[in-house]
């Protein structure tokens, strides 16, 4: 799914995490986007250095289909998750972000185009259901899906400024 799709989604479901409350919201931001901010950064920094052209496609370069595979994978989440209930338990609900992330991506990536291995590097089992880029729709459901559930959620908590 889009980048965006997974922010929002993270915010949705993970943000809402205690006392203060905005910095629970940019924490799901931060690992909603992880998995897909790691192949991006590898791929502006081999730009940057110049070993690359704006020509080149980012799936190309092994440098950013192995960090977009590390970042999509329940091996490393699950490797940051040991750390992060080690090191600071209250990232935890954010954290959960990046699993949905995961999942979401699972279902709307396809064996051409960017499969999600869910394993890696341990396997490279995945799914091949739809990819969200050639199918409007799901982007159009995943949108209306996020707009009913922002609705709902703020007339149940209350809209802001509104007692
Ligand atoms: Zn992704």
Do not use: C, Q
Not at 61 to 84: D, K, N, Q
Not at 92 to 108: E, G, K, N, R, S
Not at 141 to 147: E, L
């Amino acid at each position: 799914m889009d980048t965006l799709s997974h922010a929002i989604w993270g915010a949705i479901f993970f943000g809402r995490n205690g006392k203060k409350r905005y910095r629970g919201y940019i924490w799901a931001v931060f690992f909603g986007v992880l998995p897909d901010a790691l192949p991006f950064t590898a791929f502006m920094l081999l730009l940057l250095s110049g070993e690359i052209g704006l020509a080149t496609s980012p799936w190309e370069l092994p440098e950013v289909v192995v960090s977009y595979r590390v970042g999509h994978s329940f091996v490393t989440a699950g490797a940051a998750l040991a750390a992060i209930l080690r090191f600071y338990r209250a990232l935890f609900i954010p954290f959960l972000a990046w699993p949905l992330h995961i999942v979401m991506d699972i279902f709307t990536h396809t064996e051409d185009h960017v499969p999600t291995l869910f394993l890696y590097p341990l396997s490279d089992i995945h799914l091949s259901f739809v990819y969200w880029r050639e199918e409007p729709l799901v982007v159009v459901v995943n949108y209306i899906a996020i707009a009913l559930v922002i609705y709902f959620l703020l007339r149940i908590r209350g809209f802001p400024g509104r007692r």
